[in-house]
């Protein structure tokens, strides 16, 4: 069954990695179930036991540019084919795996049909799992057949969906200065407090200010202020929390610093000691309180945001950015 189970997973990211590949665009990594095959430096295998708990996987690309508006559609066009891919191959595999039974049927070999007919059992209801949950949005998570729906309909959708892509494995400078007048005409537009692309948009916009030097705007700030009051406490939530203050401080505003930094109630955030220290720790040497570096370059206190373990292991080279004043 486990072997069934990893195989309907692998059919189905399979899909997806050849899509990538036929449309030109490189493949970081694929997951299926626990395992990882990433692209480092030659191709290597890495267990990620916490997938292991989401029954699924996921294909990424490695680093892309989109520095214009032709680029930008060429790319939705590709990106909506690669999500279309992994359904199908799904419904494509479950079929092979029927036909094969059936042949096996007219053989002698009874271990073989009884080992397929688990195979048959567990393909059938993944498949039909992959194309129901294909169809599913919500709370910021989309379905293949969702997400390639949302890129037409939803802006909001394309546009952190793309911002994602280009800063996800290197952050593109060229990119972000094509999509930075989108960045800002979306916060200042939509009056999405609690959808959670509109809070990952708003993460990247205030990243963008503190840390690369963006130029700041007077209404989205007003926004920021009153997300503050209604912050989710989750680890999410610190860490947003806590770019508004490097926020601040990039904008030179020290009186608005030490009024978060008294209002940051650490014990109410629902998150990790580890979390917690790192993040402190860090939030001391970005403000100048205290020389961190030490403790910051070493991987082992490095414990980012709730999904950080996603990515570790594509083995990102994460350099410590200071503040941009």
């Not at 490189?26 to 990882?36: D, R, S």
């Not at 079929?95 to 002698?108: A, E, S």
């Not at 030490?258 to 939030?283: C, E, G, H, P």
């Not at 100048?288 to 990515?311: A, C, I, M, R």
């Amino acid at each position: 069954m486990f072997i069934a189970l990893f195989l309907a997973i692998f059919a189905h990211e399979m899909g997806h990695f050849i899509s990538f590949v036929k449309q030109g665009i490189k493949p970081k990594a694929l997951y299926a179930l626990g395992i990882a095959f990433v692209n480092d430096n030659g191709l290597k295998i890495r267990f990620v036991p916490k997938f292991l708990l989401m029954i699924g996987g996921i294909v990424i690309p490695d680093h892309l540019s989109i520095q214009s508006k032709d680029e930008e559609e060429t790319m939705v066009h590709k990106f909506k084919r690669v999500l279309l891919a992994g359904p199908k191959a799904s419904i494509i595999y479950g079929v092979l795996i029927i036909l094969i039974w059936i042949l096996c049927l007219f053989t002698n070999i009874y271990w073989l049909n009884g080992f397929l007919f688990t195979v048959l059992i567990v393909t059938s209801i993944m498949t039909v799992l992959a194309v129901l949950s294909s169809k599913v949005s919500r709370a910021g998570m989309y379905g293949d057949f969702a997400a390639e729906k949302a890129f037409d309909k939803d802006k909001l959708f394309r546009l952190t969906y793309l911002i994602q892509l280009t800063t996800l494995i290197e952050h593109d400078k060229e990119s972000m200065a094509y999509f930075w007048p989108s960045i800002v005409e979306m916060l200042e537009t939509q009056h999405q407090a609690h959808s959670q692309l509109y809070t990952n948009l708003l993460g990247q916009y205030i990243y963008e200010v503190a840390f690369h030097g963006q130029i700041a705007c007077l209404s989205i700030e007003k926004k920021m202020n009153s997300l503050i009051r209604n912050i989710p406490k989750t680890e999410d939530g610190l860490i947003l929390y806590l770019n508004i203050i490097y926020y601040y401080e990039a904008l030179n505003d020290r009186t608005k610093v030490i009024q978060l930094l008294n209002n940051l109630n650490t014990a109410k955030f629902k998150v990790s000691d580890k979390v917690l220290t790192y993040y402190l720790r860090l939030t001391n040497h970005l403000l100048g309180f205290k020389d961190e570096t030490v403790f910051l370059s070493q991987p082992k206190n490095v414990h980012t945001s709730s999904y950080q373990w996603v990515y570790k292991p594509l083995n990102i080279q994460e350099e410590l950015k200071g503040i941009v004043k």
